[in-house]
């Protein structure tokens, strides 16, 4: 019986578990057909492990279900246990993207990927049993409030979520705009927890925005995808055709911040930009076949292409990079890409829940695995330090001669706003209250040069003006000078 026939027989057994006949206590054996191998114990001697059929694999799960419903201290709930068995299989495999979904969750996972939903916006994904940000989605609640990829949840509202699934987490975490949801993080290269407290609100899934931008003579296309849904392809292809309508001399394709999504959008989407007879994706099975797409795009564009990427460019924008890098033979500036290299489907359960499983690795247009080590870009180009920093919340007045991460976000916010501090390793020396009383007197505060909640928050309101204007966006700066350079 292969493997793929038995996990459906398990399911079956599972949704008709009375209709299973169950050996009793006094059955101390399964049955008397047997494989049978040695290992060595820790004495030096030899003792047997058996090795069971498909059959008594499913035998011994029902006779497990059955004794635990019989005899356990408790009254349990039998759906519950189901349900806790499939968690436990997909737990096994160790593999943060597969998971079980009950109904409602189910249900919110559909949502998400409908044009709108409410929450923080972000995306999430459970690594080495941490909920883990992926991508907050660009300008949502979650990338104002400063969440950044790799940010590893710890509590909600105060809680801890130990031992909590990603699902259970992902319910909390989500909830009606208007209501906000504290959540306390770790982030690597921060030795303390980062509270945050996000206002929950509706998150438009506006995929693609497309516009031009003027800059030294040249008409330069700029496309943001910020994440790819059923239609995603089809909003791309009408904005690449109104620019080149109006005259394009190169392409900025910025995918920062975008989590992934459908296969098939990302694959159309490289038929409109890949040289046609190249490779957009390679998909591999289990066995190790691979099935290629192969762009069907008649003529190479008569203009460059550069994509932009970050940390938090994953799956479906990392194939794109790699098609525009090894397909295209275009530059990609920015960051490293997160390093989501397989690919999930949802499989319907049969009563409202889903389990989302692995199925298939993705390839670059040339063959490589870029599975948890992303996809390097041609220009590696960093934001400025500020980009990048914990948000300052002085929920404790920050003064001369504390240490702390909030006061070294502060020294780095400051610089980026042009106030002279020389440090930016916390200390609350002389030189950082200047700089502080310098701040508070430009923006009309006491000059106490102590940051309370009114001056953190005034550093964070302009510090985020920073970030949003398009001349400090370093990444993009560079994408366009590389588009105005070519000859």
Request: net charge negative; hydrophobic share 35%.
């Amino acid at each position: 019986m292969g493997n793929k026939r038995w996990f459906y027989l398990l399911i079956g057994i599972v949704l008709a578990i009375g209709a299973v006949s169950i050996f009793t206590l006094d059955s101390p054996q399964l049955s008397n057909t047997k494989e049978v191998a040695s290992t060595v114990d820790s004495s030096g001697g030899t003792q047997e492990v058996v090795e069971l059929s498909d059959q008594e694999l499913l035998e011994k799960f029902a006779l497990a279900l059955q004794i635990i419903e019989d005899q356990y201290i408790d009254e349990v709930d039998q759906t519950e246990l189901v349900e806790g068995a499939i968690k436990g299989m997909l737990e096994t495999l160790e593999d943060p993207y597969s998971d079980y979904m009950d109904q409602e969750t189910a249900r919110q996972f559909e949502e998400s990927l409908d044009s709108h939903f409410e929450g923080i916006g972000a995306e999430v994904s459970m690594v080495d049993g941490k909920v883990t940000i992926v991508a907050p989605i660009r300008d949502s609640p979650a990338e104002r409030a400063g969440l950044q990829p790799n940010d590893q949840i710890v509590q909600i509202d105060g809680e801890s979520i130990e031992g909590l699934s990603l699902n259970e987490a992902v319910l909390q975490i989500r909830g009606e705009k208007g209501t906000t949801v504290t959540l306390t993080v770790e982030r690597p290269g921060v030795n303390e927890p980062i509270e945050f407290q996000i206002v929950r609100d509706e998150i438009p899934i506006e995929t693609v925005v497309g516009e031009m931008i003027e800059q030294d003579g040249k008409n330069i296309g700029y496309i943001i995808i910020s994440s790819f849904s059923i239609d995603t392809a089809e909003r791309f292809e009408a904005a690449l055709n109104e620019l080149e309508a109006s005259g394009i001399d190169g392409l900025v394709i910025d995918v920062r911040g975008n989590p992934g999504g459908y296969l098939k959008s990302v694959e159309d989407i490289g038929d409109l930009i890949i040289p046609g007879g190249e490779p957009v994706v390679q998909i591999e099975n289990r066995q190790g076949q691979k099935e290629r797409h192969i762009s069907s795009l008649n003529e190479i564009k008569p203009y460059p292409i550069v994509g932009v990427t970050d940390g938090a460019s994953a799956s479906a924008s990392e194939i794109l990079a790699g098609a525009l890098i090894e397909a295209g033979g275009y530059d990609v500036v920015g960051d490293t890409t997160f390093g989501k290299g397989t690919v999930q489907q949802t499989i319907p359960m049969g009563d409202g829940s889903q389990l989302k499983l692995s199925l298939f690795r993705w390839l670059t247009s040339a063959g490589n695995d870029i599975h948890g080590e992303g996809v390097e870009p041609t220009v590696k180009v960093m934001q400025p330090d500020y980009f990048y920093v914990p948000p300052v919340t002085a929920q404790e007045t920050l003064k001369p001669e504390m240490l702390n991460e909030q006061i070294r976000s502060a020294q780095i916010m400051l610089t980026g706003l042009g106030f002279d501090i020389s440090r930016d390793d916390g200390f609350y020396d002389e030189e950082t209250e200047e700089a502080v009383k310098a701040f508070q007197q430009d923006n009309g505060f006491e000059s106490t040069g102590e940051i309370d909640v009114e001056t953190a928050a005034e550093i964070q309101n302009q510090i985020i003006e920073q970030i949003r204007n398009r001349a400090n966006d370093q990444q993009l700066q560079k994408a366009i000078e590389l588009i105005v350079e070519e000859k």
